[in-house]
T-cell receptor, first 112, second 112 residues
């Protein structure tokens, strides 16, 4: 069965700091990978996705993620965070037509 | 606005009661997913329907049931409610089995 782990439960950064959130999955076959964001009191929204092709994918709001197949990883990055990036971030995997599996989430707090 | 509509937005009820949560997927999306989000359990997959048929089942209790109707809307029925069922219940839709998920704004259930 697929599983997704996220390295950090809670990350606290100051504005303009760089961000990297770790995501690892366990599945040996073909995967589709996603990062979702949930702003306080809101629903999950797609940040970016990887289906195939260039392993470096760019999403909305300056976020990007890199798929490293050999490491089963799909880490999320942003060079300079803003206070408005305060939210919970979820990594998700969908593999070979199986169901979506979400990681436990990482709460990001950006201090102004 | 993701195009996924959930009702009701908030629901307060008592233990032992039964409630029905409703989800209308985005126009044309055939897949509907239900997730439960609570503070201690994170985002838990409950069940998935595709074009009216149950496709995958996750951590859904026997007290819970769901269905997808011919017009593709879905209902999640929660019965014999317990305090621990208090959570946000999200519906998501997808145009195909392995496409990205579009989430509704959720139904917040409080069981007193």
């Amino acid at each position: 069965a697929q599983s997704v782990s996220q390295h950090n439960h809670h990350v606290i950064l100051s504005e303009a700091a760089s961000l990297e959130l770790g995501c690892n999955y366990s599945y040996g076959g073909t995967v589709n990978l996603f990062w979702y964001v949930q702003y306080p009191g809101q629903h999950l929204q797609l940040l970016l996705k990887y289906f195939s092709g260039d392993p470096l994918v760019k999403g909305i709001k300056g976020f990007e993620a890199e798929f490293i197949k050999s490491k089963f990883s799909f880490n999320l990055r942003k060079p300079s965070v803003q206070w408005s990036d305060t939210a919970e971030y979820f990594c998700a995997v969908n593999a070979d037509g199986q169901n979506f599996v979400f990681g436990p989430g990482t709460r990001l707090s950006v201090l102004p | 606005d993701s195009g996924v509509t959930q009702t009701p937005k908030h629901l307060i009820t008592a233990t032992g009661q039964r409630v029905t949560l409703r989800c209308s997927p985005r126009s044309g999306d055939l897949s509907v997913y239900w997730y439960q989000q609570s503070l201690d359990q994170g985002l838990q997959f409950l069940i998935q329907y595709y074009n009216g048929e149950e496709r995958a089942k996750g951590n859904i209790l026997e007290r819970f049931s769901a269905q997808q109707f011919p017009d593709l809307h879905s209902e999640l029925n929660l019965s014999s409610l317990e305090l621990g069922d208090s959570a946000l219940y999200f519906c998501a839709s997808s145009p195909q089995v392995t496409g990205e998920l579009f989430f509704g704004e959720g139904s917040r259930l409080t069981v007193l």
